[in-house]
């Protein structure tokens, strides 16, 4: 299994950024995804997953900004960032759980969001 992130970049405060992470190999449609961030001298925090299901949770500074959604044809999951805010600059990894699982797994190579001001 592997996992590809794209779509980080340089954005401005109040902007918005849709990130991107194709899966290849088998059981997309029955394994969750998720999304975490790193920023610099933090540890990794969760930011938003998707279950078997579609049901999504978010961490509570996300809520209502970010939107999490899975494409099971394209064996793809989306990260819709809006009014990005400075403390969202991060590093951004996707992740998957094996089949039917709920521990995160596998893990992409991350991709780097920058929010100025």
């Known amino acids: 299994v592997q996992l590809q992130a794209f779509g980080g970049g340089l954005v401005q405060v109040g902007g918005s950024l849709r990130l991107s992470c194709a899966a290849s190999?088998?059981?997309?449609?029955?394994?969750?995804m998720g999304w975490f961030r790193q920023a610099p001298g933090r540890e990794r925090e969760y930011v938003a997953g998707i279950d078997r299901l579609g049901v999504s949770t978010y961490r509570d500074s996300v809520k209502g900004r970010f939107t999490i959604s899975r494409d099971n044809a394209k064996n793809t999951v989306y990260l819709q960032m809006n009014s990005l805010k400075l403390e969202d600059t991060a590093v951004y990894y996707c992740?998957?759980?094996?089949?039917?699982?709920?521990?995160?797994?596998?893990w992409g190579q991350g991709t780097q969001v920058t929010v100025s001001s």
């Open positions: 992740a998957r759980t094996l089949s039917y699982g709920s521990t995160y797994q596998y």
């Open positions: 190999g088998r059981s997309f449609s029955t394994s969750g």
